[in-house]
């Protein structure tokens, strides 16, 4: 039985983007590396080593993240209290800043792993947080940019009108029945009692 509905020429799913077809590949190859890199610690030093390793940077870690968040806390009540007091300023002296490069650092030093140590302890550096900070910030400006002059209320609404299946679906609504009853006629139902 046909309907006379053409056969769609695009493809049924979405093609994925690159990011989800290499980022489970790259999160196993991280891993692999990780347990690699610990059993050739192992089998050099002892387990005992290993393990006072990875302990050590949990606690690292923990006390990092728990310093950036009183940090955080700290700037938004400072913030609260300007904006209460009639100032709507920042912070004096931008102490949060890097707070969040801090808190991720501090967590990749909490991740059982080597690597993942490594690369915490170098987004502690104060340089490196500024440097990634101001290239966050250009990247998320030049995206920005490209999505056109449209705020993110027209993002959301050009995401809703164009599905993903690519129908576009555009009108409005008449009813035609509004003209046709009578000015004596209730559309609503009557009440029993």
Do not use: C
């Not at 790259?26 to 006072?52: D, H, K, N, Q, Y």
């Not at 009183?70 to 800043?97: D, I, N, W, Y």
Request: glycine residues 12%; charged residues 20%; positive net charge.
């Amino acid at each position: 039985m046909t309907t006379g509905a053409p056969t769609p020429t695009y493809p049924v799913r979405p093609r994925r983007s690159r990011l989800r077809t290499f980022l489970p590949l790259g999160v196993a190859a991280w891993l692999v590396l990780e347990i690699w890199l610990l059993t050739v610690v192992a089998s050099a030093a002892s387990g005992l080593a290993v393990f006072l390793l990875l302990l050590a940077g949990f606690l690292i870690g923990s006390a990092v993240v728990k310093r950036a968040g009183r940090r955080a806390f700290r700037a938004l009540t400072e913030t609260l209290q300007q904006q209460q007091g009639g100032v709507a300023a920042m912070p004096a002296g931008g102490k949060s800043e890097g707070n969040g490069f801090l808190m991720l650092g501090g967590l990749l030093l909490m991740l059982p792993g080597l690597i993942s140590d490594v690369v915490g302890l170098v987004l502690l550096v104060p340089p490196v947080q500024k440097g990634l900070g101001r290239y966050a910030e250009r990247t998320f400006e030049r995206k920005i940019r490209e999505a056109g002059a449209g705020s993110f209320g027209d993002a959301f609404q050009q995401a809703r009108i164009h599905r993903p299946d690519g129908k576009v679906v555009q009108g409005e609504v008449i009813r035609d029945d509004a003209g046709t009853r009578g000015a004596s006629e209730d559309p609503r139902p009557p009440l029993s009692r």
